[in-house]
Structure formats: C-alpha cells, structure tokens
C-alpha cells in the first residue's frame, strides 16, 4: 500500500509539474505577444518625431528663411545623432538589460523634445541641436527591439513577430501628416502673432497636440501669449509627460528582458551558454558575413530612396501646384491645397507601407516553404529574393510617378503607391534574414552597425544631398517652377540608387546559403564546445557535427575567424528544391 501510495503520489507531483510548466510556457507566450504590442506602440509614438517636420517644411523654410540644402540638414542632424547613438547602444546591448537601456533613451527623447520648445525663431542652431538629441533616444530602442523580438520567436513566427513593429515605420508618416496639417492651417490665419512667437517650431517638433489646445483658445488668449514659452510649452509639456509615463510604465512593468538566444534554446538549436566574444571580434565576424554586408549596402540604398522622397516629395509636389496656379511661392498656396498634399502623401506612405510590408513578408514565407503561387519552386534565399524584387519594381514606378505630377496627378499618386509599396518589401524581410545569419550574442552590433551605415549614406545624408543638388540645379531661379523641375532632376540619383540596391541583394541570395549554414553550425557548435573541452574561447569553435545536425560523413574547409580550420557537414546545408 505504501508503495502504491508513493508511485500516486509521484504520479500526481510529476502531472502537477507538467501543468505547472505548460501554464507557465502559455503565460510567457501570451507575455511576448503583448510585449510586442507595447514596442509597436513605443516605436510609433516615438516614431513620429522624425518626419513630423516634413509636413510642414515650406512654412519651416519660410519662417526661417532658409533654402532647401539647410531645410534637408534638418533631417539630417537628427540622423547624425541617431547614428552615433546607435554602436552605443548596439555594444550595450549585447552586454547589459536592454530594457533599462530603452527606459533611459526615452527619457533622453522626453527631456529633448522638452528642450526643444524653447527654440525662437533666430536661434536655427539650437533647433537643429535639440532634432538631434531626440535621435539619441530613438537610437535605443530602434537597435534593441528587433533583438529582443528574436529571443522570444524563431522561424515564420519571428518573421510575423517583426512585422508589427516595423510596421510603425509605415504608418507613423500618414499620422504625422494628418496631425500637421491642422496647426498649418491655423498658422495662416494667425500669421501676424505665431510666427513671430516662434510656435512653428513647437508644432513642426510634436504638433499632434496642437489641435486640441489651439481650437480650445480663443482669439483673445492667443493675442495675449506674452511668449514663445507660455501658452504652447505648457501643452507641449503636458503632452510629454503623459506620453512618457506611458511609455516608461509600460516598459518597466510589462517588457521581460528575454535571454539571449532564448528562442533558439527553446526549439532545441541552442543548448548551452553562449561565450561572449569582444567587441572587435563581433566587428571582425560580421564582417567576414558575406550575406550581412550586401544586405546592409543593399537596405542602405533603399533608406536613401525612402528617406528622399518621404523628405521632398510634398514639397515638390506643392511647388508644381504653385507653378500651375501662377503663384510666386508656395507661401501663397491656400492651407487646404496643402493639407490635402499632405494627407494624400501621407495616406499613400501609410497604406502603401504596410502592404509593402505584408506583401514582402507573406511573399518570402511562401517562396521560402513553398506554397500559393511557389508551389512548384521553393528557397531558403527568399528574403534577399524579395528585398531585390521590391527594388526593380520600384525603379519604373519612380521614375513615372515623378514625371506625372506635372501631367496627371492622379496617376502620379497611383504610381507613387506602388513605388512605396515595392520600396516596402525590405523592412521585415531584410530584419528576418539579418537575425538567420547572425549568431545571438551578436545581433545588436549588427543591428546598431546596420542602422548607422543605412542612416549614414541613406536617409541622413540623402536629404541634404538632392537639396544641394536642387539648388545647384536651380541656380538662382527661385520661383516654384524652378524649384520643381531642380528637384525633379535630383532625383534621378535615388532611382538610379534602386538598380543599385536590386544587383546588391541578387548578390546577398547567393551568399545566404552558406552564411546560413555557417550560422547554423555556430550555434550548434557552442554544445559541442562546452561538453567536450569546456571551451571559453569562441574564438576557436569546432563546427563538425555539432548540435546533431550532421548526417553524413561528407565534409569541407571554410574560411572562418578562427584559430584552426572549421568543418562543415554538406548534409547541414537546408535544401533547395524545385519541383517540376
């Protein structure tokens, strides 16, 4: 009796366990649904920061009387700091709690756009100072979330995991232009006392509160604004700290900082601790990863064309409206004329964006496996396949949607959509095969160095560089038709940058296999590592037949960092497969 007591009381410890943990896996499943929601929501917050200005550029470049070349610096100065935050928080992330280094970046964000009230109208310095310092804070989180993303999924879950949080790159423009374009129109009705109080800046920097505050002020009380600082930087404070309480309690109690390379150990790929390698040895291997530095020239160029045409697109499509009307400048367009520029350039981004997003993400799952339309042919290579088919559509498509506007609107728009559309195809495709060949310890490195270059020569510099090209086109002629047909021309360089960004991701399909297989092997290698010869060094990883994986007896050398030769099991290698 006693003994069939203790095999039932077993019995029920070891069923109790196992409900135990099965409650437990479905609360941290449902945990790292909702984090997900929490970072979309972050980020697109956050977000709006960045393009807020481009909504309203020809009346920040009037009211600071400054030409295209300085109205593109804008942009460009808060990428510079963006991009210099980025390796930062790249290394950091790597080594310590990336939740507490996202806690930090918004409040640096909070305390900037805080600062940035202050700007008056003739201090343009200490607005380019205070756009550049919101790009420290959103260097944290745009480097560390797709990190945590993939500790927590792995496979076609990761891929619709990203999709979410690259998402708000999307849709964030659509809002920015829709809560701008409100405030616009109030300041052309109150000219005489806004713009000489400095509140353009304030509603260029964050005017999605503007609306509510300006309609509940009556005329009397806006003429008694003794200062730039009173009555808006009120608001605007206000806002700010709802918005960053918000984000800083949802952080801190709902974000759970996942271990690296959880997702991998979780599905049995990874079942050891992995050794931390320095710094420079993480530089030293991405860049000896084929497949991260094709993929990294290839996003870059497609940065360049987004970041380009979200920047000079409405202002030049306001420029030709003021041509076509006879108007001397852009100033005398009526405020509904660009409102609805505007709200159709940022509905176009938003819509346009996401489905470019779906589309590349649904598209490469089905190459990648084999389904719908790819029954009969199937790649591991999907992802880099679809970055670069996305480029050739977009290359027609820009250059006719530009060279429409004076012609037929209405099919410029239907272009400029599916441009979008096509341009849109990398933003989750190019993370997801990012994560498919760089090991765990090393993703934030590569992220934040991704995020620098791209930034660096894309939507930093990409800006500032077809203004200075518009302007040295244009000369003196600074009358809207000249202003157009300048930035028309300019941007022949971001369309002949997509041919470029196509060739460089055909390049990075066929380099994938092998960095996939070798990023495979890594992982795999680290439980073979630490069992035999409780290895400490990664810089000397034995990748035979590691992790299982190994199913024959066929071998070859390849060149990785190491100290001695690596072998490879062909048989490691996922297969391709065409079904005739």
């Known amino acids: 009796m006693n003994d069939q007591r203790k095999y039932k009381d077993a019995d029920s410890s070891a069923v109790s366990s196992l409900n135990k943990e099965k409650l437990s896996s479905q609360f941290k499943s449902t945990r790292s649904y909702f984090s997900i929601g929490i970072l979309f929501i972050i980020n697109l917050l956050n977000y709006m920061d960045r393009y807020t200005i481009a909504g309203v550029l020809t009346n920040v470049q009037s009211y600071y009387n400054i030409d295209d070349a300085y109205a593109g610096l804008v942009q460009t100065m808060f990428m510079a700091f963006f991009m210099v935050a980025s390796p930062i928080c790249g290394f950091l992330g790597d080594r310590y709690n990336r939740k507490w280094i996202m806690v930090v970046g918004i409040a640096i964000w909070v305390l900037a756009v805080l600062a940035s009230t202050l700007a008056p109208a003739n201090m343009f310095w200490m607005f380019l100072l205070f756009r550049g310092v919101v790009g420290i804070g959103e260097a944290s989180y745009a480097v560390i979330s797709p990190s945590i993303i993939a500790d927590m999924f792995t496979g076609e879950n990761r ?3 990203i999709k979410p949080v690259i998402h708000k790159k999307t849709g964030t423009r659509l809002m920015d232009d829709m ?13 005489d006392k806004l713009y000489e109080q400095g509140d353009l800046y304030y509603i260029a920097v964050d005017s999605s509160i503007s609306e509510s505050n300006v309609k509940s002020m009556s005329n009397s009380e806006l003429d008694s604004v003794p200062t730039p600082v009173s009555s808006h930087a009120v608001a605007e404070k206000a806002y700010c700290q709802k918005k960053s309480v918000l984000c800083l309690v949802m952080i801190i109690v709902f974000i759970e900082e996942p271990e690296r390379g959880a997702a991998e150990r979780k599905n049995g790929i990874l079942d050891t601790e992995i050794t931390r390698t320095t710094y420079f040895e993480d530089l030293r291997r991405l860049l000896s990863n084929p497949t991260y ?3 990294t020239l290839g996003y870059t160029a497609i940065v360049f064309v987004v970041g380009t045409l979200t920047w000079w697109g409405p202002t030049a499509i306001e420029h030709n409206y003021a041509y076509n009307r006879g108007l001397n400048s852009t100033d005398q367009l009526d405020a509904n004329t660009k409102a609805r520029v505007n709200s159709i350039f940022g509905a176009l981004t938003c819509i346009g964006g996401i489905s470019g997003v779906a589309i590349g993400s649904i598209t490469s799952q089905w190459l990648r496996e084999g389904l719908g339309p790819f029954r009969y042919v199937k790649t591991i290579r999907s992802d880099a396949i679809i970055c670069c088919v996305g480029a050739l559509i977009a290359v027609p498509t820009l250059y006719f949607a530009l060279h429409e506007i004076p012609h037929n609107m209405d099919l410029a728009w239907v272009l400029m959509f599916i441009c979008i559309t096509a341009t849109c195809f990398n933003w989750a495709t190019n993370v997801n095969m990012l994560m498919d060949v760089v090991a765990p310890i090393r993703r934030n490195t590569a992220n934040s160095w991704q995020i620098l270059i791209s930034h660096l020569f894309g939507d930093a510099s990409g800006p500032y560089i077809l203004g200075m090209i518009s302007d040295a086109i244009r000369g003196k002629d600074d009358s809207p038709r000249g202003h157009f047909k300048s930035l028309l021309t300019s941007f022949y360089l971001p369309d002949a940058l997509l ?3 196509a060739i460089i991701f055909a390049i990075a399909a066929y380099t994938f296999v092998r960095d996939h297989r070798i990023f495979q092997n890594e992982i795999g290698s680290l439980t073979a590592a630490s ?17 299982g994986l190994a199913k024959d007896n066929m071998a070859f050398s390849v060149p990785l960092p190491s100290q001695s030769p690596y072998s490879i099991k062909t048989s490691d290698l996922p297969q391709e497969s065409t079904k005739m």
């Open 499 to 501: 041919v470029v960004s």
């Open 531 to 547: 069992s035999t010869s409780h290895l400490k060094d990664s810089s000397s990883l034995s990748l035979g037949s590691a992790g």
């Open 159 to 161: 891929g619709q995991a």
């Open 293 to 295: 530095v094709f993929s």
């Open 179 to 191: 809560i701008s374009i409100k405030p616009s129109n109030h300041l052309q009705f109150k000219e």
